[in-house]
Structures are given as structure tokens and as C-alpha cells.
């Protein structure tokens, strides 16, 4: 097999350029001996608040403690069912299985992948306690139906913004549109962290309070606990390195749009099906995911001519050996399990260059199925 000449995603590229800056920002934090939380992270905060347009933005340690930590503020616990999406990365679900509670899936719309909010609505129960919609490759979730959804249902609704930093929907910001938006600076992200990192935001003061809390031990005073708590402060190395990237947010995330702009137009008349948009939605392309009934096979014949693929996600949630117990069968979420077999990402991250797109499209077309 032929080495890999261009991967599905490299960060090497993008950290190189910001390496004197970062180290200096390191450095400068080192001297604050400010290691968990800190002002690096207030700092953050508040600068990542302002580019979503959110009241509030509180600092954790990961995707999936954001997701958590959101769950349990809103009082999720033993017995609750969360409506969610079968077709996401398992952290989704993880965060409602950490609460005691159950993962109650609906199936998605296969043009967008996300979750659909009229098989959503069938599947609530009297133990709905949260629905939790995910912006799926960066693409937002019909937050105007799913808003109203929730609004009529009297529910929170969770945004897994993961994947989707600084998309929009009706002109607004992800993480603006939930009861808490919840976002992952896992590397690969669109806004990755040098390590671990999460937040998550709201419009709420009391809730704002809430998770800051929880966060940090629940710790109302030192070394006093009222309720239980967490260890998900976000670091403020993690921090520093993020103020540096967050600027760059925008540039990034318009040169995958441009990037994606120009692998649909040369994919357009092949029988490979290229991610649709839809109306209103600002996609940011965390990845470009392409659709195939032989997808196994378009992946084998770009590894052999040096071209990195990812599948996102082979498995759907309900069908992971760690949910068998729910029981749910195949067959269950027919769209989820069929984009779980055709689905297929190529190669996307902001400094991929034109020729290198080309070259991924002229080797997708080269293929004979
Ligand atoms: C949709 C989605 N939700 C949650 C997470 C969890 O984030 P983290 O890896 O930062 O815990 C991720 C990413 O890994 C994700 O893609």
C-alpha cells in the first residue's frame, strides 16, 4: 500500500505558523502558575461568548463534560429518558448514560444527517427530559422546527456544537439557539485545543452559575459541597493556546467552505453523492462527507493512490455493543444505518491547497465501482 501523501486531516500546518505564539503565551501563562482555570480562561470565556453571541460561555475540560455537565445543571438523573440522534460520535450519548438516565434515539433527515424533528416528536415520552440535537459535521440541525419543538414540549433543548464552531443557522451562531450549547476543542475541531477542552454556552445567568459550579467540584465555598460535583475545569494553557486560534476561526472555517465549494463542483457528475446544504444554514465543514453504496471500496482505491478517507461513523449509537442492552434493533433508524454504511470523508482541513482537492476529485472520478 502507497503512503499516505495526503491525509484525511493534518494539524501540522496549522499549528506550525502559530508555534512562536503559542509558546509565548505558555510561557507567560506558566508565570501566572495559573494552571486549572484561570485568567486565561476567563479570558476565553469571554471571547468565545462574544464570537458565538452568547450571554454566557463556561470553560470545561472536554466535549463530552460539557455535555454532561449541561445534563446534569438541567437535573437529568436516574429514570429521565434524552431524546437524541443514533447518527453522532458516542459521546452524545455517553453524557446521558453518565446521568443514569437513557438515550432515546429518532432518526435523522439523510440529506443533512441531523436529527429529524417530526420522527423526534413521535418518539417523546411522559420521561423526556431533554432533547439534545447535534450539528452534525458542521452543519446546524433545523434549530427553527426543533426550538419550537422543544418550546411546545416545555423541554431544554442541548446543541452538541462539537463540530460546528461558528456555524449558523438564520444568521445566528450555534450555541445561541438551546437552552446550553455545547462545544469540544478536541485538536481536530474546527477550533482545537493543544490537548483536551470544552465549554459550554448559554443565555442564562442561573444556569451559567449552575455550571460554573458543577465544573468545579460544586465547591460553594472551600471546601464546602452541597450537591455533587465535577472535576471539569478547563486548563489555562488549553486556554491560552485557544485565544490564539479563535481569531483564525473565521478565515478557517471560510477556506473549508471554499474548499468544499470546490470538491462538490468537480464531484458533481460522478455517482458519488456530495454533502447537501440546507436552506438557511452556514456550514463549516468540520468534514466533508461523501456518500456511496460501495463506500468500502472508494475507500480502498484512495488509500491506494495515497489519499486518506475516515468513515464518520460506520457504527450508528443504538447498534454500539456498549447500548446492546437498550435492545434496539437493526433495522430500527433505517437513515442513520444507511448513511452509517455509505458514508465516507475525504480529506478536509483549511490549509489543504486547490491542487490537492484536485488531485482527491481526480482520483474519486478514476474510480470504477
Ligand atoms: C458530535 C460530538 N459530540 C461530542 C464530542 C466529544 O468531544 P470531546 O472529544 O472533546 O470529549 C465530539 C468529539 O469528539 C463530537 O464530535
Not at 417523546?124 to 418550546?151: E, F, N, S, W
Not at 444568521?171 to 437552552?179: D, K, L, S, Y
Not at 443565555?203 to 472551600?222: E, G
Request: net charge neutral; hydrophobic share 45%; proline share 7%.
Amino acid at each position: 500500500m502507497p503512503a499516505i501523501r495526503i491525509p484525511v486531516m493534518d494539524l501540522k500546518p496549522q499549528v506550525a505558523p502559530l508555534r512562536e505564539q503559542i509558546l509565548a503565551a505558555w510561557a507567560k501563562a506558566l508565570e501566572q502558575t495559573a494552571f486549572c482555570l484561570g485568567p486565561e480562561v476567563e479570558a476565553f470565556e469571554q471571547e468565545f461568548a462574544q464570537y458565538c453571541g452568547a450571554a454566557h460561555a463556561i470553560g470545561v475540560n472536554s466535549g463530552t463534560s460539557a455535555l454532561h455537565v449541561a445534563l446534569a445543571a438541567l437535573g437529568v438523573g436516574p429514570g429521565d429518558e434524552v431524546l437524541t440522534t443514533p447518527y453522532t460520535f458516542v459521546a452524545t450519548s455517553w453524557a446521558v448514560s453518565y446521568c443514569g438516565a437513557t438515550p432515546v434515539f429518532a432518526d435523522i433527515v439523510p440529506a443533512t444527517f441531523n436529527l429529524d424533528p417530526a420522527a423526534a416528536e413521535k418518539a417523546l415520552t411522559r420521561k423526556t427530559k431533554a432533547i439534545i440535537a447535534v450539528h452534525l459535521y458542521g452543519q446546524p440541525a433545523q434549530m427553527d422546527a426543533l426550538c419550537d419543538l422543544a418550546k411546545r414540549k416545555g423541554l431544554p433543548l442541548i446543541e452538541d456544537a462539537a463540530q460546528a464552531h461558528g456555524a449558523m443557522f438564520q444568521g445566528r451562531r450555534v450555541g445561541t439557539f438551546g437552552t446550553i450549547g455545547c462545544f469540544s476543542f478536541y485538536p481536530s475541531k474546527n477550533l482545537g485545543a493543544c490537548g483536551e477542552g470544552g465549554l459550554c454556552t448559554t443565555q442564562d445567568a442561573a444556569l451559567a452559575a449552575k455550571l460554573k459550579l458543577l465544573r468545579n467540584h460544586a465547591s460553594s465555598a472551600p471546601y464546602r459541597f452541597d450537591e455533587l460535583g465535577y472535576n471539569y475545569r478547563m486548563e489555562n494553557l488549553q486556554a491560552a493556546a485557544l485565544r490564539i486560534k479563535l481569531p483564525h476561526l473565521e478565515g478557517w472555517n471560510e477556506r473549508r467552505r471554499a474548499i468544499a465549494a470546490r470538491y462538490d463542483e468537480l464531484l458533481k457528475d460522478t455517482d458519488v453523492r456530495t454533502p447537501a446544504v440546507g436552506p438557511e444554514r452556514s456550514h463549516v465543514y468540520h468534514l466533508y462527507v461523501v456518500r456511496h453504496r460501495q463506500r468500502n471500496a472508494l475507500a480502498r482505491h484512495l488509500e491506494e493512490a495515497g489519499i486518506g478517507t475516515a468513515r464518520h461513523y460506520p457504527v450508528p449509537v443504538h447498534r454500539q455493543p456498549a447500548y446492546a442492552h437498550l435492545d434496539i434493533p437493526e433495522g430500527a433508524f433505517p437513515c442513520a444505518e444507511q448513511a452509517a454504511r455509505e458514508c465516507l470523508s475525504l480529506p478536509m482541513y483549511p490549509e489543504l491547497s486547490d491542487a490537492q482537492v484536485d488531485e482527491v476529485a481526480a482520483a474519486v472520478k478514476a474510480w470504477k465501482p
